[in-house]
Every structure is written in structure tokens, then in C-alpha cells.
């Protein structure tokens, strides 16, 4: 038995698969997104509505092609006597085949911006929304305060167990070079640093190279694992921003609940591929320098218009008619000065992004 043959009768399959609101292009396609967002399994369960005979799903991590690469000419010769229709290459990497072979259709799954002709599609990690078909909740109240808790990677929001999830989801999806990277960086978690200062506090706990360090949170960027935001304020410096909440906080386990609330924010409005500045003070996000978002999770009205009105300049200079409020549970508003500032909670203004 070949490879492919292996492949090809033992097709992939889901111990359980919860909707995802990414919808699945007709024609061939290039799927990708950052490690642990749900890329396989968000594909086996299209194949699993297919006819087996129809498909080949392929694993480009799989061991043997450690010690064997596969042929594209005896790939295309498979496809043609099997009559394949779907050719899927998962865990896909620059190198791993001389071309794409030709196939009815393809899709092509990898954790890396590849250069394709494919259509491209991102899958990001859970939004509010998906994360309530995760827990199947009748109170949304209890599904935040799960979400907060659980994150938005698939792995975790589906364990009753954070501490061993995001262990095995550690080790099982950084090289130990990048886990020591990822773990300095969850320091500076909503954060503002320049890189020369996350290198500085790297040096204080590994012996690491300035030219990799660089070069991995690069890599990291451009995966999607960490996003890096332009301050309003300007000077030096970004907003350090990792993919999933949850897993910042097992990594730096002190972690104050007021940057988890932040980065729930800033994950929903990226998602939304919304082009954003942060705010450090009062804490918040200019969106599309069209809106203005606050983070106020545990503000009152009282509380929130003291805050506001000793900061009021910036409004003034900002110039918008409407400022949102997001808390965790409040829901108030007021008008200053020809500004009306709305407060909703998160699991409502989570569900209302277009």
C-alpha cells in the first residue's frame, strides 16, 4: 500500500464539530489562518458531507513525508485512476510540491500567507457568536463569563479544563525556541513595546538572538498568532495583541482581567478586519477613523462620565458625534458638550459587528 492509498482509505474525521460562520467557496480554494484555529476541522466537516470515493485529503505533516517526498507525478497519476474530484493538502508548506497537480477542485489549508492564485480565505479564531454554539447556553450572561474564561481557540472553548487544554495546546503547537518567545511576549500582552524592548526582556530570562527574536515575531505577525496596533498617540512603540485572550492568560498567569477585556475587544474588531488605533488613555480604539470604541468593563454612568469628562479635550479634538461604551454588564447613556456616549454590554455589542 502506497501513501496515497492510505490517504486516500483512511479519510480524516471529527469527534465533534460545532458551525463556524466562514462559509465554503464553490471552486478551489486556499484556506488559511493561525495555528489552533480550527483550519482541519473546519474542512473535514465538508468532507464529511462528500462521497469518500470522491476526495483525497492528504496531511503534509504527516511523519512519512519525513522520510519520503511525494511525487507530484504519481500524485497526478492517483487522481486520475481514482477519479478523484477533491484534491485537500492540509498543513501545506512552500516546497512541498514542485506545482499543484490538476484536480475538478483543490484546497490547499496552511497557517501561512502562501503567494497562490487560489482564492484566499482567512479563518480567525472563535468570535462570540460561535463561541455560543460551543457552549449551547440558554443564558448569555454565563456564556461571556465562560468565553472570558475559555478563550476563543476551539481546543479551549471546548475543555472544562483550561490549565491541561492550554498545556497540551502549548507544546503541542510552538517548538520550544517559539514557546519561549510566545511566553515573553504574553508579558507584554495589550502592551505598548518596541521590539528592541521585548528583546531586552527576553535577554533578562534566555540567551536568544536579536536577529531571530526579531525575525519570529515577524513570523508570528504575519501567521495571525500576535497583531501589533498603532497608538493614537504616536511615539514608540505598538500595542502587542495575542490571537486568543485565554491562552495570554495561561501564559502570564498575572494577568489583571481589565487587558483580557481589552484584547476580547480588539480580537472581535480585527476579526472584522477593521483597521484600528489604540487609545491608551482613557483606554479605547479609533475604528476605521470612523468610530470610537471605549473599554470600560466594571464603569457605571457615574463613574464612566467623571472618567470622560477628565478627559474631555480628546473628544473635543477627535470630533465624534457618538462614542461607544463597552462594559461587562452596564447599559446607560448620556450626552456631553453635543457627544452622546452609549454604554452596552460586551455580549451585545459583540453580536451586533457587521
Not at 483597521?275 to 476605521?288: C, E, F, Q, S
Request: aromatic share 16%; charged share 25%; hydrophobic share 40%.
Amino acid at each position: 500500500m502506497t501513501i496515497l492509498d492510505y490517504f486516500y482509505t483512511n479519510p480524516p474525521t471529527n469527534e465533534e464539530y460545532y458551525p463556524r460562520k466562514l462559509s465554503y467557496p464553490k471552486g478551489s480554494f486556499f484556506l488559511y489562518g493561525a495555528r489552533g484555529v480550527g483550519k482541519s476541522s473546519y474542512i473535514i466537516n465538508y468532507l464529511e458531507q462528500l462521497d469518500k470515493e470522491s476526495f483525497l485529503y492528504i496531511d503534509a505533516q504527516d511523519p512519512t513525508f519525513i522520510l519520503e517526498e511525494l511525487d507530484l507525478e504519481s500524485l497526478q497519476e492517483f487522481i486520475k485512476e481514482e477519479n478523484i474530484k477533491l484534491l485537500v493538502i492540509d498543513h501545506y508548506y512552500k516546497g512541498f510540491l514542485e506545482s499543484y497537480p490538476k484536480v475538478e477542485k483543490l484546497i490547499i489549508i496552511s497557517s501561512q500567507k502562501l503567494e497562490t492564485t487560489l482564492e484566499a480565505i482567512e479563518l480567525y479564531p472563535l468570535d462570540f457568536e460561535e463561541f455560543l454554539n460551543f457552549t449551547k447556553s440558554s443564558s448569555i450572561t454565563f456564556a461571556f463569563n465562560l468565553y472570558s474564561k475559555r478563550g476563543s481557540l476551539p481546543a479551549l472553548a471546548k475543555s472544562s479544563n483550561i490549565q491541561s487544554k492550554a498545556k497540551s495546546f502549548f507544546f503541542e503547537k510552538f517548538e520550544i525556541q517559539e514557546g519561549k518567545v510566545i511566553l515573553i511576549l504574553s508579558l507584554f500582552h495589550t502592551k505598548i513595546a518596541t521590539a528592541n524592548q521585548i528583546f531586552k526582556k527576553a535577554k533578562e530570562y534566555f540567551k536568544i538572538s536579536k536577529d531571530w527574536l526579531y525575525k519570529t515575531i515577524k513570523n508570528f505577525e504575519n501567521e495571525g498568532v500576535i497583531y501589533q496596533i498603532e497608538t493614537f498617540e504616536g511615539g514608540f512603540g505598538k500595542k502587542i495583541i495575542l490571537y486568543d485572550f485565554s491562552f495570554a492568560k495561561y501564559l502570564n498567569k498575572y494577568m489583571p482581567f481589565i487587558y483580557i477585556f481589552d484584547s476580547m475587544i480588539a480580537n472581535a474588531l480585527i476579526k472584522k478586519q477593521k483597521k484600528l488605533k489604540a487609545i491608551l488613555n482613557p483606554l479605547g480604539y479609533i475604528v476605521n477613523n470612523k468610530e470610537l470604541i471605549l473599554i470600560m468593563p466594571f464603569e457605571n454612568e457615574e463613574s464612566s462620565w467623571i472618567k470622560i469628562q477628565n478627559s474631555f479635550n480628546l473628544f473635543i479634538k477627535l470630533n465624534f458625534k457618538e462614542v461607544k461604551i463597552v462594559t461587562i454588564s452596564n447599559s446607560f447613556s448620556f450626552t456631553i458638550k453635543d457627544i452622546t456616549f452609549i454604554a452596552t454590554p460586551f455580549y451585545e455589542w459583540a453580536i451586533t459587528q457587521d
